[in-house]
């Protein structure tokens, strides 16, 4: 199988602070992780790219100083919501995938963040 | 660019019964990739199936089949004899071997409702 970790799995945060969301690819070494976010009844909204060593690829409209993206190693990738509002809060969640290319991207289960 | 379209917002079954989602589809690659992803309640997307351009075959899979009909650009999805488990949010989504970091294309999403 390919088991996709995230951690936490909930957390509410004080407006200002900083968030930091781990992705972690289990049974797997994953070339590339993603992250995306989903607002209630709506579809999964990519934001970014994100490979092992090298710097986050961003999609247009995301604020790459907002969420900081670190792929430190083959099995884990942090995004950290910095100076977190209420906007903020929202369902995100990571994916991975093994190899390079159209290869299936697994999805971890998913982050709640709430911001008050 | 990509883009997925599920025109089917909800739909609602009574238990045993089939249902049907449809997914259509636009890419001017030649090469590229189709998914189908289950999100019930608890978030978690669930990978279900994975199908190239290529390979026109209609696939089962338990009470799940797929039809890929490249004439029409569309990738449908049965469930047969539905059951309350499967109620959950289904997604469709596209990835197009030219682009080199393989970014899914989400459709909308549909919202299957299955009654006892």
């Known amino acids: 199988g390919a088991v996709v970790s995230q951690h936490p799995s909930w957390v509410i945060c004080k407006s200002g602070t900083s968030v930091k969301i781990e992705c972690r690819s289990l049974d797997f070494q994953a070339t590339t992780m993603f992250w995306y976010r989903q607002f209630p009844k709506q579809s999964l909204m990519l934001m970014a790219t994100?490979?092992?060593?090298?710097?986050?690829?961003?999609e247009q409209g995301v604020e790459k100083d907002k969420f900081l993206i670190n792929h430190a190693s083959l099995t884990l990738s942090t995004l950290t919501v910095t100076s977190a509002h209420p906007e903020d809060s929202s369902f995100y969640i990571c994916?991975?995938?093994?190899?390079?290319?159209?290869?299936?991207?697994?999805f971890g289960p998913g982050t709640r963040l709430t911001v008050l | 660019a990509q883009k997925v379209t599920q025109a089917q917002t909800e739909i609602s079954v009574v238990e045993k019964e089939d249902v049907t989602l449809d997914c259509v589809y636009e890419?001017?690659?030649?090469?590229?990739?189709l998914f189908w992803y289950k999100q019930p309640p608890s978030g978690e997307l669930v990978f279900l199936i994975r199908?190239?351009?290529?390979?026109?075959q209609n696939e089962i899979s338990g009470r799940y089949s797929w039809n890929f009909q490249k004439s029409t650009s569309s990738f449908n999805f049965t469930i047969t004899a539905s059951q309350v488990v499967d109620s959950a949010v289904y997604f469709c989504a596209l990835s197009a071997l030219t682009d080199s970091w393989g970014k899914l294309q989400f459709g909308a999403g549909t919202q299957v409702v299955v009654t006892p």
């Open positions: 994916s991975a995938r093994k190899l390079a290319g159209a290869d299936t991207q697994y």
């Open positions: 199908r190239n351009s290529f390979d026109e």
């Open positions: 994100s490979n092992e060593g090298s710097k986050a690829t961003y």
């Open positions: 890419t001017r690659d030649t090469t590229y990739y």
